[in-house]
């Protein structure tokens, strides 16, 4: 999709082996009338519409300063996380989550968490969470605002200046163990159920010591950068 964007917004940088490169696009080229007709078109769905009103947004509200400066202003270490947070959801298509994915990954934020129902599924599994906003989101995968806040603290609490990356090792580390166990049921007998539950508590006990690992290799490192 961002190869496609560049290719039907973006200006062109040069032509290599019959290859033709583009620059990603400008908020102002995104903020043009056509674009959400056009990404449709280009088979974009619904975030046709997102990504249009995204550019628009930036532009009316930070075109001062075109936009991209905005953007890369927001990356400054004296823009705390939840400043930068806070801007972020102010943007169209962009919800807490994504917000977080955005400080995380793109905005040098690295005590965002990305929360989901499978991360408050591993919060509840192997550090035992219980959520505090109600009875009911304890006891299902409903997923509310608060209890959000609660996961994304409670790692922060424990995981310190790079929670964030910690809990993408454990969200990675966590997927591949969910495919050996979809791959070991689909080929195992069911009389082995037994072990699987067995390989799965090892499997926790495991992590809880890699976390324990990551932690103490976290505060290392903020020792050397300091």
Avoid at 42 to 68: C, D, M, P
Avoid at 163 to 168: E, K, L, N, R, V
Wanted: hydrophobic fraction near 30%.
């Amino acid at each position: 999709m961002v190869s496609n964007m560049s290719s039907n917004f973006g200006k062109l940088i040069g032509r290599l082996n019959d290859v033709e490169y583009h620059q990603f696009p400008t908020v102002d080229r995104l903020a043009e009338s056509d674009v959400e007709e056009k990404l449709r078109k280009l088979s974009f769905g619904y975030r046709a519409k997102f990504i249009h009103q995204a550019a628009v947004h930036i532009k009316k509200n930070h075109g001062e300063t075109n936009g991209e400066e905005w953007l890369y202003s927001m990356r400054n270490a004296e823009n705390s996380y939840e400043l930068v947070h806070q801007e972020l959801t102010k943007i169209p298509g962009i919800g807490k989550k994504v917000a977080d994915c955005i400080c995380l990954m793109s905005m040098d934020k690295l005590e965002a968490i990305p929360v989901d129902t499978h991360v408050l599924s591993l919060a509840r599994s192997i550090y035992k969470f219980a959520p505090n906003s109600s009875s009911s989101s304890s006891k299902t995968n409903s997923l509310t605002d608060k209890t959000y806040w609660e996961i994304a603290n409670k790692f922060r609490e424990l995981w310190g200046k790079y929670a964030g990356w910690a809990q993408t090792v454990m969200f990675i580390d966590d997927l591949k163990s969910f495919d050996k166990d979809k791959q070991s049921t689909s080929s195992t007998p069911s009389s082995t159920n037994t072990s699987m539950v067995d390989e799965k508590d090892n499997s926790i006990k495991k992590e809880k010591v890699e976390t324990n690992e990551l932690k103490r290799e976290a505060s290392d490192l903020e020792s050397n950068v300091n």
